[in-house]
């Protein structure tokens, strides 16, 4: 049990620290923001999504205003970022990679915390991917981007995998430590793959171009 | 009172129902999402008014965790919007329907809830318009269009409408499945009428345009 | 103790009226928004700060629907903006000076209210300068602008600065009227320098752009 718990916050703070990189490099990047746009960013991204996991469900405060350990790992994300970000880029080649490895890590901890309160399998699912997810479509909607979660076909379906694993094997009572890692591998990779081959899934069969315009006219 | 509350759910399951559609089938036209774009933007556009009302309202986890049916409804209406697509809005001539009924029935449910969480009437019926918009606005920003709450004047107002006329009918203890219905239509034949004549509230007056520049810069 | 609670709802309602006129007036000039555009951007400027302060410190109902007085004032801004509006930016140049005025009286109240439900001085920090640029944030992502706190150095700074003196005088037990009126102009008088003179924190080194538009391709 402490074992588990132990796991949990560790998980939570890598999550949160490479999702805190990604953050701050994409403001970097996209929209030459100073150091105060680069840490806001930074902490927005790596604290959104578990925000939104704990005000869905009802843990308030958020364990980012209870546990000082997220705030200051956040905070030593964007600064480390906006210091190394040049040599941090060169060495990963993408800054996508640092997104996938947060979307891995928080999709096993949102599940965990949510089946831990209560949650069934399958709310806890959703609960998991939302946390994923979450810190990326905050950060992308603040930047003016169309989320990935909305265009990226294997973004939220990682995310899905990755809890549905998690919330099954908290279910059946054989949750473990390899359980975990194992999903947290799970996501990365379709997450990867997704990235790397451009897989999508089916697309939305378009429509007549003349009708769409005229049913957006409100 | 079983009544009631059976009427309740019927009109979110509803009002979840065609605001999926709406959200889905924008997502098919704007911005040529896959199935996993439509599918999420469905949800968010569907779920987003009622979790906005239960997390101002205190009721977390929201009923959309609490009851499996709102996020199986959810999704179903964003499978059908996928898959009869072309033959829903061809049948319908505009998905603007789809968002005027969510409109109407959300009002009505949003302030229902609200009052019965022990909130006056003045502030369950902004709580009601909150739900009513609350799912469109989430989608509009999502896409990054202007929300309609901002710009079609003849949008809050047939949802402040609905909502007061349940606000006032819950306050006198008149309540009743009649008046909810009529609450509902209320609301309906505004947003109508706004959409078909392009009705609108005063315009504010233009200030001197460039005044207008300098006071933006920041 | 009655009058530093007194001081504090005189503080936050000032503030939402603040706000309100600058949400209103931004609506007004950067999207020729018709009235009901201009109530609802100004009252979710108004009142977007000490909703998210509220759903982040768990306590729900947030004080704007607890307290009819918010919802009142926030509305009173909005309509004063829209009817005398051109008056209105007449005579205080920029609409940025309400903007200023709001984030130096929501970092002294957020502070206070998030010492008040327990937080440690860091944690009130954190919240209060939160509750200061959370109106203006809503406000610029649901009008499309990239947020005021991003790209703004002087922004958050501000706001931190003024929080920062609050939660160590509430920390020490010195906190005062003159205390917090000494914060409020500390912040107002520091997002005025970054305003006048075009301050601003260190640029982040722009990476290659070669480099940085490959790692945006998702």
Redo the contacts between chains.
């Keep these: 049990m402490v074992a588990t718990s132990t796991l949990l916050i560790i998980l939570e703070l890598t999550g949160t620290f490479v999702f805190g990189l990604n953050g701050a ?14 840490v ?2 930074g902490m927005l991204t790596a604290l959104g999504g578990g ?1 939104i996991r704990d ?4 843990a ?3 364990a980012t ?1 209870r546990d ?1 350990r997220y ?1 200051a790992v956040a905070l030593a994300s964007a600064v480390v970022a ?1 210091v190394a ?2 040599y941090l ?2 060495v990963m080649r ?3 990679l640092f997104d996938a490895a947060g979307l891995s890590l928080f999709c096993v901890t949102g599940t965990s915390v949510a089946f831990a309160h209560g ?2 399998p ?2 806890a699912t ?2 998991g991917a939302i946390t994923a997810v979450g810190g990326g ?1 905050i950060r992308d ?4 981007r ?8 294997l ?3 990682p995310a899905l995998a990755g809890a549905a694993i998690i919330a099954v094997a908290l279910d059946l009572g054989i949750y473990s430590t390899a359980v975990a890692l194992a999903a947290a591998i799970v996501c990365f990779a379709i997450r990867l793959a997704g ?1 790397r081959y451009d897989l ?8 007549n171009n003349k ?2 315009t ?3 006219d ?1």
Excluded: C, K
């Design positions: 490099l994409t403001a970097m990047d996209a929209e030459q923001l100073d150091l105060v746009g680069v806001v960013l925000i005000i869905l469900i009802g308030l405060p958020p205003f000082w705030l906006f970000g040049r880029t060169r993408s800054i996508n949650f069934g399958f709310q959703i609960l479509t909607v603040i930047i003016r169309v989320p990935t979660v909305l265009t990226s076909g973004y939220a379906v990235l999508n899934v089916p697309l939305a069969r378009p429509r009708e769409a005229e049913d957006l409100p």
